[in-house]
T-cell receptor, first 113, second 109 residues
Framework: DTGVSQNPRHKITKRGQNVTFRCDPISEHNRLYWYRQTLGQGPEFLTYFQNEAQLEKSRLLSDRFSAERPKGSFSTLEIQRTEQGDSAMYLC???????????FGPGTRLTVL | DAKTTQPPSMDCAEGRAANLPCNHSTISGNEYVYWYRQIHSQGPQYIIHGLKNNETNEMASLIITEDRKSSTLILPHATLRDTAVYYCIVRFNTGKLIFGQGTTLQVKP
């Protein structure tokens, strides 16, 4: 399978715990995006990387959120001190360049109890 | 906010063409129109995109008006598996996608 993969697919955690999600983009795609989707809403942009550089962060990305792409390949999204409002689907997408089509992974569904 | 307007829901009979409209009256000259769909609990799936000309691929056709203020996604022979939320997106130069509420298409037998 050469598509975007995300792990885990589901995560249940208790409020206050830290969680980390991983995204593996399509091989050789240098752009990687993170989005968040709550129930009944369209996905919302969080941040994106060009290679290992994080070029834009949405104001939705509070101080508790951090994303990395250390070697310009896979990326991780960490949420510290989770809150119930963090419950959502976290989506990753990748593209070859700025003007290229983004392809999405299956998402990680987070439930904060 | 997204710069597109779509009807919240539509129905289509199985085997018939589904025509999904989208208004994007403030689109800039170098912005593309993208269509994605999302089947329940899955990631968005790319369908098609275009700038000025009409486009067709194995999934759908995209008709963009001459003034580029609106477009229509056409699924020529809808099946039950086409039931999904369809998003029309005007793409910013940075590449990030701004999703609206989309249109929920229900294909009925």
């Amino acid at each position: 399978d050469t598509g975007v993969s995300q792990n885990p697919r589901h995560k249940i955690t208790k409020r206050g715990q830290n969680v980390t999600f991983r995204c593996d983009p399509i091989s050789e795609h240098n752009r990687l995006y993170w989005y968040r989707q709550t129930l009944g809403q369209g996905p919302e942009f969080l941040t994106y990387f060009q290679n290992e550089a994080q070029l834009e962060k949405s104001r939705l990305l509070s101080d508790r959120f951090s994303a990395e792409r250390p070697k310009g390949s896979f990326s991780t999204l960490e949420i510290q001190r989770t809150e119930q409002g963090d419950s959502a689907m976290y989506l990753c997408a990748s593209s070859w360049g700025q003007a290229d089509t983004q392809y999405f992974g299956p998402g990680t569904r987070l439930t904060v109890l | 906010d997204a710069k597109t307007t779509q009807p919240p829901s539509m129905d289509c009979a199985e085997g018939r063409a589904a025509n999904l409209p989208c208004n994007h009256s403030t689109i800039s000259g170098n912005e593309y129109v993208y269509w994605y769909r999302q089947i329940h609990s899955q990631g968005p799936q790319y369908i098609i995109h275009g700038l000025k000309n009409n486009e067709t691929n194995e999934m759908a056709s995209l008709i963009i008006t001459e003034d580029r203020k609106s477009s229509t996604l056409i699924l020529p022979h809808a099946t039950l598996r086409d039931t999904a939320v369809y998003y029309c997106i005007v793409r910013f130069n940075t590449g990030k996608l701004i999703f609206g509420q989309g249109t929920t298409l229900q294909v009925k037998p």
